[in-house]
């Protein structure tokens, strides 16, 4: 009986030593998979025999000792090593790997855990892993904000999702020539003839209200109308020799001289509530009866702001009527003059619709104190310029005004005033208001002014071209219109044992009797480790410890196999001793 029992002992010893064989050759196997973990075999003994259950000792016995005799080995548990593997870039950026503790979420026919990151992105642009088990993380809202709790599939939609941004700042840099001359003089557009008001006899008068329909060239007062009820009139001139957008306005029975004015005033640019403290005229419309034949004719004119800047021209046909009676044109009569500058620039709406702006710039007065300039922003994409409104005229392509004051040293001391593009009825937000921001400005002694948009932080329609992920787990796609913006985050998961998880093949754990309940999270919170992008967690076997394990295993194999064989022997003696 004890020959049989030494068998079963040593048989014992063959099974363990063969689990640890077969784990130390898993291990070896998977020296190279990614973020694989090591396991090793422990072993523990069976269990005992007892022979003789020992005594106490007493006044006349010393004590025995039990006697037990143990009948080989079990294996107690196979653990997991999870310490870390070393980390090695690859540069593709759907691969990420773990530096710390935790896994990431998958969800296929069931949730999942992983640390394999070797992720990609299917046909949908959702990222998976290589078994095609979705990854999980946590979504952003429009404004890039985390939606924290839900989880859901990472999306990140290469090429397809496109994204646009309004204008809310823009900042501007250069120096305005402190040494220049105070605007003085402004442009003063003059009609080619007098005209008269025929209803009145006198000359046409924007403040009393003469009606276009009732002027006449004043050499022929009985010829035809020079406007007519429903003429559409179009002017497309120059301010400061750039081309102005186009202006129409349909004439009505009782459109005034006032209205042709204030057409005038929004077609070219002119903001006629403007002052400036060295200049002495009028902005905007008037009648010249200097020259005239007779009393009761005058001269059209139209008087601009002030500066160089500010010269208007309206050479050939940028006025014109499609009424052939109509034959006024204008000639600037007036000087312009003053130290001016002006730039243009590029905003765009939440639609990503590129809007002009052109900024002049004028010296208004200077003294022992500094200089003031005051700028002027039109634009012709401001939606309440196209068609002229008389009812509302003073709308149209000004969209805003202020001042900069500058110290005897040529340093902003102040600034006021921002700019308002009307977006009425084109689907974007409206209005749309843009900051100023002159602080890289200064009014120094110069030849010239000079006058640049340095930043903006408006953007066009944008596609989606490349990503990156943080060490947080926040997914950042860059759109080839500049712009940035937050896709989603990745989340992690964390248990309180790790060693309790059940691992399901093709580096996937699920969640064990023992492991605890998932502690789902962002990257680098609590307990859970960093994400590093482009690079994958190698597998953390050590070759040289696993052969050495492979020949203490094999060693304890042949001891055990050893042990059967010389059981056996024995019982063939014992056998062979009966004859």
Do not use: C, H
Request: aromatic share 6%.
């Amino acid at each position: 009986m004890g020959l049989s029992s030494t068998l079963f002992t040593g048989l014992s010893g063959l099974d363990t030593n063969q689990t640890r064989l077969n784990v130390v050759g898993n291990n070896i196997a998977n020296v190279n998979t990614v973020a694989f973990k090591a396991s090793r075999a422990l072993f523990k003994p069976q269990f005992y025999v007892t022979d003789n259950a020992g005594a106490p000792p007493s006044t006349d016995f010393g004590g025995e000792n039990p006697s037990q005799r143990g009948l080989g080995s079990v294996v107690a548990s196979i653990e997991k090593d999870w310490s870390p593997g070393s980390i090695e870039p690859t540069g593709k950026p759907t691969d990420l790997a773990i530096d710390g503790d935790g896994f990431f979420v998958v969800q296929g026919k069931q949730q999942a855990f992983t640390r394999d990151g070797s992720f990609t992105l299917n046909p949908s642009n959702n990222l998976v892993t290589t078994g095609g088990d979705y990854v999980q993380g946590f979504a952003a809202d429009p404004n890039g904000n985390i939606i924290a709790g839900a989880l859901q599939n990472i999306n990140i939609p290469m090429g397809s999702l496109t994204k646009a941004q309004a204008t809310e700042n823009a900042a501007f840099q250069g120096n305005l020539n402190a040494d220049g001359a105070v605007a003085s003089g402004a442009s003063i557009l003059k009609s080619n003839v007098a005209v008269t008001d025929i209803f009145s006899g006198s000359p046409a008068q924007p403040t009393t209200g003469s009606n276009l329909v009732d002027l006449r060239d004043e050499s022929d007062p009985a010829g035809p109308a020079m406007f007519a009820a429903g003429d559409t009139l179009t002017i497309q001139g120059k301010q400061g020799g750039r081309d102005l957008p186009p202006q129409t306005f349909t004439i009505g029975a009782t459109t005034t001289v006032g209205d042709l004015d204030n057409f005038f005033a929004e077609g070219l640019g002119v903001d006629q509530s403007a002052t400036f403290s060295g200049f002495a005229g009028t902005i905007g419309g008037g009648v010249d009866t200097t020259g005239t034949k007779t009393a009761t004719g005058g001269f059209l004119t139209f008087t601009g702001m002030p500066g160089t800047e500010n010269a208007l021209s309206l050479s050939g046909s940028a006025f014109k009527s499609d009424d052939a009676n109509m034959t006024l044109s204008f000639a600037d009569s007036g000087t312009p003059a003053g130290e001016s500058v002006s730039t243009s620039f590029v905003t765009y709406d939440s639609l990503g619709t590129p809007l002009t702006v052109n900024l002049t710039a004028v010296l208004d007065s200077k003294d022992a104190t500094g200089t003031t300039w005051q700028y002027f922003a039109t634009s012709g994409d401001d939606t309440d310029y196209k068609p002229f409104d008389p009812a509302n005229p003073t709308t149209g392509m000004q969209v805003g005004s202020g001042t900069l004051t500058f110290d005897s040293n040529g340093k902003l001391t102040a600034s006021t005033g921002s700019i308002q593009i009307d977006r009425a009825n084109t689907g974007a937000d409206s209005p749309m208001n843009v900051a100023m921001d002159f602080s890289g400005m200064t009014s120094l002694t110069s030849g010239t002014s000079q006058l640049l948009m340095s930043s903006q932080d408006g953007r066009a329609i944008g596609t989606l071209t490349s990503f990156s992920v943080g060490s947080n787990g926040i997914i950042t796609g860059a759109f080839d219109n500049g712009l940035t913006s937050t896709l989603g985050q990745v989340a992690m998961a964390t248990f309180d044992n790790v060693q309790g998880l059940t691992d399901q093949g093709g580096n996937m754990f699920t969640t064990g009797a023992d492991s605890g309940v998932p502690k789902i999270t962002a990257p680098n919170t609590l307990t859970a480790g960093e994400i590093r992008a482009g690079a994958l967690e190698q597998s953390n076997v050590d070759l040289s410890k696993e052969f050495i394990n492979m020949i203490i295993s094999s060693t304890g194999f042949s001891a055990s196999s050893r042990v059967i064989s010389t059981s056996d022997q024995l019982l063939t003696d014992l056998l062979n001793s009966s004859r």
